[in-house]
């Protein structure tokens, strides 16, 4: 089951059907990240949770529901290194000495992004995996306003499984699942099933598996999870703005009930008659 807890700053879902505004101010952090305003904007959502859980999933179908950008730090990253951008060269070096990318690094870029998106005009964003620490959960506070942010939850051994089926294509890149979950409810907890994820014919035959999807490595990244996570799940929690949502199976099953979660069950169907 899913808990909503109360969300600050209107009494209408999360910003939906209302705008929010601010007063103009500019602050600056971390080698000059400008604060994006919330003016004008109606979703600037966070999709929380351990690795294989689904973010990027549902944080792209409520994007394309609700017409936001849907961002990744990942993503931004990737692009940068991929352009001739200011950032692009010190990046390559971070990268190639395999260390991480500094919460400064990660923050501008995501900074610089909001903000060209702001100028264009968008009216907000869902970001996926970011914050992962309290102190990006802060840096991020000194960037922008965040108005809800979604726990997604699954139990360990359907992550494990998750990871341990995922595959991509090495000629389209995409990304499919292999695993067949099926879960058997004990001591109150839920069946949970979920269906594989199959490439269509012509991947078949070229799908690899991430090197460091193994089960020692896979079960460890959960454990970092889950201790990093914590205090950042009760920093948002005591400002009332943390929504835990215990999927429920696959897509088929979850879809549904989260949107009904972010009551926007009847949304859905609005915008599919509007088309």
Known sequence: MARVLRVARSSSLFGLGSRFYSTPAEVSHGGGASRVLAKDR?????????????????????????????????????????????????LSEIVNQGKLVSDEIIVNLLSERLEAGEAKGES?????????TMRQAEILGDVTDIDLVVNLKLPEEVLVDKCLGRRTCNQCGK?????HIN?????????????????????????ITRADDTEEVVKARLRIYNETSQPLEEYYRSKGKLMEFDLPGGIPESWPRLLEALRLDDYEEKQSAAA
């Open 183 to 207: 879960l058997k409810g004990e001591n109150g907890k839920p069946t949970i099933s979920m269906d594989p994820l199959l490439p269509p014919p012509r991947c078949m035959s070229k799908l």
């Open 124 to 132: 907000g964003f869902i970001l996926d995996g970011f914050p992962r």
């Open 42 to 90: 109606n979703v600037q959502w966070v999709f929380l949770g351990c690795p294989g859980v689904g973010k990027g999933t549902y944080a792209s179908r409520l994007s394309t529901l609700l017409g936001v950008p849907h961002i990744a730090t990942g993503d931004l990253v990737r692009e940068e290194l991929a352009s001739s951008g200011p950032l692009s060269r010190q």
């Open 175 to 179: 990304g499919f699942n292999v695993a």
